[in-house]
């Protein structure tokens, strides 16, 4: 039974940093892609950034040079800089055993949502 839990929203003034995290648990997580996505009310989720060892990092463009995704062991990070208003949303990390050319942002399959794992969200919400 995979176990995906995020923590480290909270508010953030524009400019400002946070770092989301997301301790798996459940199963050995070993070869699987691992994202980052976000929702506002309103909008369809989107991908923010994956990760995989043996592909480079893939990120949104609205977040390149600001957002760096990582993980250690058992935990995801989500290091976020430069916050601006429009980073504001619930923040998911998510993982499937996808192969290497379908672990970046664009190529992440959006019809296989309901067959990932994924957390239960931690809110970012940023302010002037």
């Known amino acids: 039974q995979s176990h995906l839990v995020e923590s480290g929203g909270g508010s953030a003034q524009v400019g400002g940093s946070l770092r989301l995290s997301c301790v798996l648990s459940?199963?050995?997580?070993?070869?699987?892609?691992m994202a980052w996505f976000r929702q506002s009310p309103g909008k369809e989720r989107e991908g923010v950034a994956t990760?995989?060892?043996?592909?480079p990092n893939s990120y949104a463009d609205s977040v390149k040079g600001r957002f760096t995704i990582s993980r250690v062991g058992n935990v995801l990070y989500l290091q976020m800089n430069n916050l601006t208003p429009e980073d504001s949303a619930m923040y998911y990390c998510?993982?499937?055993?996808?192969?290497?050319?379908?672990?970046?942002?664009?190529?992440?399959?959006?019809?296989?949502?309901?067959?990932?794992?994924w957390g239960q969200g931690t809110q970012v919400t940023v302010s002037s």
């Open positions: 990760t995989y060892d043996a592909v």
């Open positions: 459940g199963r050995t997580y070993d070869r699987y892609c």
């Open positions: 998510a993982a499937d055993r996808y192969a290497p050319q379908y672990c970046t942002v664009a190529a992440w399959p959006r019809d296989e949502y309901d067959h990932n794992d």
